[in-house]
């Protein structure tokens, strides 16, 4: 199972993104618990991203809202980046 690992600086992302959206709470844990157990669960929707993003990987917690990690499985790590829509994270 991959480890997942939280900076400092994506744990304050995270909570300011809860408390702005805390209707979205559950399914962000969720989203979360999906991502240690099975990476490649479809309801993720785990992709590379291309260009100046191209180290990173994104995963959707919804429609809206995105998740963008390093995604690295040689180490089975994965370090969360960056959370919000797909315009603030892109």
């Given at each position: 199972?991959?480890?997942?690992?939280?900076?400092?600086?994506?744990?304050?992302?995270?909570?300011?993104?809860?408390?702005?959206?805390?209707?979205?709470?559950?399914?962000?844990?969720?989203?979360?618990?999906?991502?240690?157990?099975?990476?490649?669960?479809?309801s993720l929707k785990l992709h590379k991203?291309?260009?100046?993003?191209?180290?990173?990987?994104?995963?959707?917690?919804?429609?809206?809202?995105?998740?963008?990690?390093?995604?690295?499985?040689?180490?089975d790590t994965i370090i969360p980046i960056?959370?919000?829509?797909?315009?603030?994270?892109?």
């Amino acid at each position: 199972m991959p480890k997942l690992v939280f900076t400092e600086s994506y744990e304050k992302k995270a909570k300011k993104f809860i408390k702005k959206h805390p209707e979205l709470r559950d399914k962000y844990i969720k989203t979360l618990k999906f991502l240690q157990t099975n990476p490649q669960h479809p309801s993720l929707k785990l992709h590379k991203l291309t260009g100046k993003l191209s180290k990173l990987h994104s995963i959707s917690i919804n429609l809206s809202y995105r998740i963008t990690i390093y995604f690295i499985m040689k180490k089975d790590t994965i370090i969360p980046i960056d959370i919000g829509t797909h315009d603030e994270v892109y």
